[in-house]
């Protein structure tokens, strides 16, 4: 596992693709720090962070496309499934790797965050609880980009594929403002993976969104492993 | 050190590998040979766990494939029909990558260093592996197979695209890892089999119809020994007098090809040499014998009737 970790970020920092997620990322990032805070004079980070949002469903794919559907175009998984690793390792590794991808690029936010609050008042628990959420929904995003990425051998396939998913989720919430059935209402904003991430906005360490996260994580991933072993037998 | 055990492939309706059973000693070259598509690369992909076969038994130094893959992944090394290379790497950072893998055992730097130096590689090895040409792309996967120096190789193809000059600093370097490895190579080069492989097996439409080494190969799918032997002289008294000789089943005149003299084609049977009595009859009765040819099946010629006699629906061997 430890050894397609490392390949993996190598290989993002070889490739262009490591530099232009966490370029794209920082000047959308920038966009909003001057839209929310900067233009209206307010220190509420919340706003900063809950418009963010947005723009992973444009990001995480580009992250992820690459991971599983290009091992299988050039063949190489051929070297990693003769190998002694195991699929659940191989997966990992590769997971971790576009996690730690996502966590550098939130890195530089701080700093705007840290200058917000040299000038005015910003709650320390509220920016905390803000990055913790986003790492968990960055989870959640990067295991469906995973599972996408493994049932194509065509990258711009699994990107297009992620972005539609998440695009879709972020549809959801609006969906379950419009829906007349309270019952549907509460299975749509249930299921809405935006929606859970206002707990954090709002201050609250929602323990039940972070078991939320984490399952939708733990599902993808393990979605994809039996997608790469059902290859095998096909 | 491998044992197979009526492997079958089915990929959908198609029957790529068709209830297969062999097994390879310690130190064995086994060479696969076969048409394209008649199944070398699915029972290679099986063995080396890479895909799951319908139904039989791989067992590689005694642990089954699919109960315990990790342990028998450990004890081969594998080298698909296309290397699986990363375009993006160096050759250091690529066999780096490998080494960590592959959980090697040996230390590091030595250990690579004398993979280069066996296959060649060292003056490649910081350049990106997408500028290699195809011979060095070819080495660097010998490479990656050879890591962690394991005791059974899986080589599908391993000559292809080379220039005939590596070709053969290849082949002699698969019979010097014969020497201490178990080695499966797949190939449809004949040369190749005859040159480097111990044991041939012959694969088409997904059965083995021929395996042995290359003397009993040819021999057995020969039938009866020929010869072409060119004498001088009258053509009638020579028949004649050929057919006088005790075990030769036929003879047949095929014509001049040299002033004075005829070309006859013997059959005998492949238990008895009739070179001596022939040469001895000729003599006595003063016809000078100028030119004697044996017309022994080659292992192409053997090939190409296993394999048509195959799909004809005859009997194979």
Known sequence: ?????????????????????????????????????????????????????????????????????????????QILLTSPVSVTGIVLGKFLAALSVYTIALIPTAVSIGFVAHYGDVSLGLTLGNYIGILFLGM??????????AVTESQVVAAVLSFTVLMSLYFLDTLASSVNSAFLAKVVSFISVYDRYTDFTSGLFSLSS????????????????????????? | MIQ?????????????????????????????????GAGKSTTM???????????????????????????????????????????????KEYLDFVYDL????????????????LVKIKEVYGRTIKHLSKGYKQRVGLAQALMGNPPVLILDEPTVGLDPRQIIEIRNLIKKLGKNHTVILSTHILQEVQSVCDRILIINKGQIVADGNAEQLTYKAAGNRKLVARVAGSKTEVTKLLRSIPDVLRVECLGSREAGSNDYLLEASPVVDIRKPLFRTL???????????????????????LVTEDSEGGEAL
Not at chain 1, 140 to 149: D, K, P, R, T, V
Request: with cysteine; glycine share 6%; proline share 4%.
């Open chain 1, 1 to 77: 596992m430890i050894a397609i970790f490392k390949r993996e970020m190598q290989s993002y920092f070889t490739s262009p693709i490591g530099y232009v997620y966490i370029c794209a990322y920082l000047f959308a990032t920038a966009l909003f720090f001057k839209m929310y805070i900067l233009d209206t004079g307010v220190s509420n980070v919340v706003y900063f962070f809950g418009g963010t949002l947005i723009i992973y469903m444009f990001l995480v794919p580009i992250l992820t496309m690459r991971l599983f559907s290009e091992e299988q175009k050039s063949k190489t998984d």
């Open chain 1, 140 to 149: 959640s995003f990067i295991a469906i980009g995973c599972f996408l990425s």
């Open chain 1, 210 to 234: 972070i078991v939320y996260y984490i399952s939708v994580a733990v599902i993808f991933l393990f979605l994809t492993i039996r997608i790469i072993e059902k290859r095998r037998w096909s």
């Open chain 2, 4 to 36: 197979v055990e009526n492997l079958v492939k089915r990929y959908g309706d198609k029957l790529a590998v068709d209830s297969i059973s062999f097994t390879v000693g310690e130190g064995e070259i086994l060479g696969f040979l076969g048409p394209n």
């Open chain 2, 45 to 91: 992909n099986i063995l080396t766990g890479y895909l799951s076969a319908t139904s039989g038994a791989v067992r590689i130094g005694g642990v089954d494939i699919l109960d315990n893959p990790i342990e028998a992944k450990q004890f081969i090394g594998f080298l698909p029909e296309q290397p699986p290379l990363y375009m993006d790497m160096t050759v």
């Open chain 2, 102 to 117: 592959k959980k090697v055992k040996f230390p590091r730097r030595p250990h690579i260093n004398e993979i280069c130096e």
């Open chain 2, 283 to 305: 003599a006595a009765s003063q016809y000078p014998m100028i030119g004697l040819k044996s017309m022994d099946m080659s292992l192409e010629d053997m090939f190409v009737k």
